[in-house]
């Protein structure tokens, strides 16, 4: 089995081709128990005028269609950078086994940042979390779009 590091590798990946269509470099994959990648997409809700076309949510639609299921029983998630409530609650909708994140979103996370949604108590489905791979190149990449974009 590869690590986790292999899969946010090409969650990066997919944050990279945002980040070249002009959108907020934030990538996902969703892998299969066995080790596929059933699903992939990175941030495009500028390019698509579709505010939910977050990577998180798009790499879901991705595996759901590709497996032909909603629930995604004993995949993973690995997104580089920490999820916001929609995507949080699509996660826990989805029936994923596990998420793993990258940075921190200070502004809107939901995992540790602002809240943690995958510990309320009223959830019928229980996700595994784990944050902070490869932070630091997650970081880079969102600094990188928005020095260029604005300067900062």
């Not at 081709?17 to 941030?43: K, R, T």
Request: charged share 20%; with cysteine; hydrophobic share 45%.
């Amino acid at each position: 089995m590869r690590s986790d590091t292999f899969y946010m590798h090409r969650a990066l990946d997919q944050a990279r081709e945002g980040l070249d269509a002009g959108e907020v470099p934030v990538g996902a994959v969703v892998v299969a128990a066995d080790g596929e990648i059933v699903g992939a997409g990175f941030n495009a809700p500028v390019s698509v005028h579709d505010p939910s076309a977050h990577a998180e949510i798009r790499a879901l639609r991705a595996a759901a269609t590709r497996l032909g299921n909603y629930r995604l029983d004993g995949c993973t998630l690995y997104v580089t950078l920490e999820p916001c409530m929609m995507c949080a609650g699509a996660i826990i909708h989805a029936r994923l086994a596990r998420l793993v994140y990258g940075a921190a979103e200070p502004k809107t996370g939901m995992v540790e940042s602002r809240a943690n949604l995958f510990a309320q108590p009223w959830h019928n489905h229980s996700v595994t979390v784990e944050g902070g791979v490869l932070a630091v190149q997650a970081c880079r990449l969102l600094q990188t779009f928005f020095v260029e974009r604005r300067g900062v």
